[in-house]
């Protein structure tokens, strides 16, 4: 069974450009989260879809940060304009019950 | 508002050693904690999930212990190896599908 997917694994860009994200789950989990870990800091929790649907996203940090997941399936997060602040680790999990399973993560520098 | 904080940050043992990871969580409504395993530039694997009804999950050379009244959990690694070397974190859920609460993680290093 293939584990949850990141793409890329490390993205480098400069302020003010856009940046989007990719996440596909394990295969039949309808929970999808996102995290982040900025440097120095826990791991942070940014939104939770069920399915299509955005069930929490009381974490995401403001409204440059815009999350999709289409048709129930992959996940996008797109960060548009991106600040420095931004940069991190930004991580992906899926789950069917109780247990998360999270993927490799994207290292998102903005300079 | 929930916190979870591990203690110690750091940690380096000799090869063989029995050790404990702490984790300690502000409130004691959780419905799950996790542990997981970091190494560098890679993602968190899961090792351990405790329900809140539960006192203790093992696996392996891993137990876990949750003593959910007093807010805490510890990770105990038994006959410990060079290959445990890694971030161990802890990590509450507050509902049956809730996002996770993160410590900041305990950095082991296991010397051969």
């Known amino acids: 069974e293939a584990g949850v997917t990141q793409f890329p694994s490390h993205s480098v860009i400069e302020k003010g450009q856009t940046v989007t994200l990719r996440c596909d789950p394990i295969?039949?989990?309808?929970?999808l989260y996102w995290y982040r870990r900025v440097m120095g800091k826990e791991i942070k929790f940014l939104l939770h879809?069920?399915?299509?649907?955005?069930?929490?996203e009381s974490g995401m940090p403001n409204n440059r940060f815009l999350a999709e997941r289409t048709g129930g399936t992959y996940s996008t997060l797109k960060v548009q304009p991106a600040e420095l602040e931004d940069s991190g680790v930004y991580f992906c999990?899926?789950?069917?019950?109780?247990?998360?399973?999270f993927g490799p993560g994207t290292r998102l520098t903005v300079t | 508002k929930q916190e979870v904080t591990q203690i110690p940050a750091a940690l380096s043992v000799p090869e063989g050693e029995n050790l404990v990871l702490n984790c300690s969580f502000t409130?004691?409504?959780?419905?799950?904690l996790q542990w997981f395993r970091q190494d560098p530039g890679k993602g968190l694997t899961s090792l351990l999930l405790?329900?809140?009804?539960?006192r203790e999950q093992t696996s392996g050379r891993l137990n876990a212990s949750l003593d959910k009244s007093s807010g805490r959990s510890t990770l105990y690694i038994a006959a410990s190896q060079p290959g445990d070397s890694a971030t161990y974190l802890c990590?509450?859920?507050?509902?049956?599908?809730?996002?996770?609460?993160f410590g900041k993680g305990t950095k082991l290093s296991v010397k051969p």
């Open positions: 405790i329900q809140s009804s539960q």
């Open positions: 879809f069920v399915k299509e649907s955005k069930q929490d």
């Open positions: 999990a899926s789950s069917q019950f109780k247990e998360q399973y």
């Open positions: 990590a509450v859920s507050q509902g049956s599908q809730g996002n996770l609460i």
């Open positions: 295969s039949g989990h309808d929970n």
């Open positions: 409130d004691s409504a959780i419905y799950n």
